[in-house]
């Protein structure tokens, strides 16, 4: 059961005027209402080992919910085998922020690795991406992002490029590597704006100009972990999100040579198939329990309870990012009233695909 705070009653209190929704604490069950219960959101993950002997490569998407290429491109190797060395993906890192297609609906995930309180919300997801880096013990993690404009155009933009935060450290050469796969992928890059530069933070130095990427991922995993990391960024700014996965694509591709992990359908493969999977918008639904009896509940469906109904949605039927999401509510939590009548979407990431109307009776 979710624990509300002092924060969270705090941002109660500003939303009962306005939406008459309730959290637990602070509901007096009389009158006409609705409870719902919603499940945990899940944390996808999958590791996979090849029959030959090879590297280990750790993939972390979707840190940041508004940079749906890098979590897409990194729900494509969740599909894929892998025949040469070990892979374990994590697509979507911060789910409450992609379902909300905000940077961080909680603050900025990529900031909380060097400290968190205990009262965040992103702290249980904090810890479970420490956990998955130091029990998989990868060669190289690889964090995925769709960073502001073009780097090649101007250094300040963090868009198309590799980052890297120092040109080597412990032994790790990371600038040379960063250099090695940027120029293959540049070989591939018709648009010279596209090109992707490598872009050195110099996290470490006393002058850098990013002191806050010390409370990043990557940097907890260089200096806690001893271990390589880098971001690949992408541009917000390409035309598509097409695009956007594809210029991940070619820049996983290089790193998984480098560090010798092979995967089938191989990564020429998965490019030149890029949006051939379309997701048919019809095939939803949601099993639930509402008053002790289950139901499986279709998209799209206007479903009619009695005033005092417990409503609980169990599982959602779709491919994965999706998610049921109450409309007006805080995404964090997992349990709460309303008083009026109550819709939620059905939701692939950032995509609304359909809606559920629930009306008091
Ligand atoms: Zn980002």
């Given at each position: 059961m979710v624990d509300y705070g002092r924060r969270e009653l705090v941002k109660v209190l500003l939303?009962?005027?306005?939406?008459?929704?309730i959290p637990v604490s602070a509901f007096a069950r009389t009158g006409r209402y609705m409870h719902f219960y919603l499940p945990p959101k899940p944390f996808e993950l999958n590791v996979k080992h090849g029959a030959k002997k090879g590297g280990r490569i750790l993939v972390i998407g979707g840190i940041h919910g508004n940079e749906p290429g890098g979590y897409r491109a990194s729900d494509m190797l969740?599909?894929?085998?892998?025949?040469?060395?070990?892979?374990?993906?994590?697509p979507r890192s911060n789910f409450t922020s992609i379902l909300a297609f905000k940077r961080g609906y909680n603050g900025d995930m990529n900031r909380k690795f060097a400290g968190i309180g205990k009262d965040d919300p992103d702290l249980i997801q904090v810890q479970r991406i420490k956990q998955v880096i130091r029990d998989f013990k990868p060669d190289v993690l690889l964090s995925l992002h769709d960073g502001y404009g073009f780097n090649s155009i101007d250094t300040r933009y963090w868009?198309?490029?590799?980052v890297i935060d120092a040109e080597r450290f412990l032994g790790f050469e990371l600038g040379d590597v960063a250099r090695q796969v940027a120029s293959a992928v540049n070989r591939k890059i018709k648009v010279k704006k596209w090109h992707i530069p490598v872009l050195n933070t110099r996290t470490f130095d006393r002058d850098t100009h990013h002191p806050e990427q010390r409370r990043?991922?990557?940097?907890?995993?260089?200096?806690?972990?001893?271990?390589?990391?880098?971001?690949?960024?992408?541009?917000?700014?390409?035309?598509?999100?097409?695009i956007k996965v594809r210029h991940h694509l070619l820049m996983l591709k290089e790193f998984f040579s480098i560090f010798n992990v092979e995967i089938s359908p191989d990564f020429d493969t998965l490019i030149s198939g890029l949006g051939l999977n379309h997701v048919k918008k019809d095939g939803f639904s949601v099993d639930?329990?509402?008053?002790?009896?289950?139901?499986?509940?279709d998209a799209g469906s206007t479903i009619r309870v009695p005033s005092a109904s417990e409503i609980k949605m169990l599982s959602i039927n779709g491919p994965r990012g999706t998610f049921i999401v109450p409309s007006g509510v805080n995404l964090n939590w997992q349990?709460?009233?309303?008083?009026?009548?109550?819709?939620?979407?059905?939701?692939?990431?950032?995509?609304?695909?359909?809606?559920?109307?629930?009306?008091?009776?």
């Open positions: 939303h009962v005027p306005l939406l008459t929704v969740m599909d894929v085998d892998v025949t040469k060395g070990s892979l374990l993906i994590v868009g198309q490029s590799v990043s991922l990557t940097f907890f995993t260089l200096t806690q972990c001893h271990t390589r990391a880098f971001c690949l960024e992408v541009s917000k700014q390409l035309p598509n999100l097409k639930m329990d509402i008053n002790g009896k289950e139901v499986n509940v349990r709460f009233f309303v008083r009026h009548d109550m819709s939620f979407f059905i939701k692939r990431d950032f995509e609304r695909l359909a809606r559920i109307r629930f009306v008091i009776a």
